[in-house]
Nanobody
Framework: VQLQASGGGLVQPGGSLRLSCAAS????????MGWFRQAPGKEREFVAS????????PYANSVKGRFTISRDRVKNTAYLQMNSLKPEDTAVYYC????????????????????WGQGTQVTVSS
């Protein structure tokens, strides 16, 4: 499975960005896709997750109500819509895929994922 993340950039506080993660290879109907982020000097942290076949979409408390994860089955692409961005959202954002459904708690751990995209930088600054 290959993942291509895009959509990052520089945005002012309060602004919006939409990240995309295009997946190729494998059987997408069995994908569990997650978004993680890593800020300078910090550990990688969970942001949101979605199962390709539908179901719950857990979010980190820090982004709940501001970020929305979705997927387009035809395009084999997942999205992370980020609204009301804050400086503390500044990080490199990574998408990852696990083949096969996992529990919600498992989906929030980066060790649960098999494939990773290259990351896209998001900078929130005035």
């Amino acid at each position: 499975v290959q993942l291509q993340a895009s959509g990052g950039g520089l945005v002012q506080p309060g602004g919006s960005l939409r990240l995309s993660c295009a997946a190729s290879g494998g059987t997408s109907s069995t994908y569990q896709m997650g978004w993680f982020r890593q800020a300078p000097g910090k550990e990688r942290e969970f942001v949101a997750s979605i199962f390709w076949g539908g179901g719950s979409t857990p979010y980190a408390n820090s982004v709940k109500g501001r970020f929305t994860i979705s997927r387009d089955r035809v395009k084999n692409t997942a999205y992370l819509q980020m609204n009301s961005l804050k400086p503390e959202d500044t990080a490199v954002y990574y998408c990852a895929v696990r083949i096969g459904r996992i529990t919600t708690s498992q989906s929030m751990r980066d060790s649960s994922y098999d494939y990773w995209g290259q990351g896209t930088q998001v900078t929130v600054s005035s």
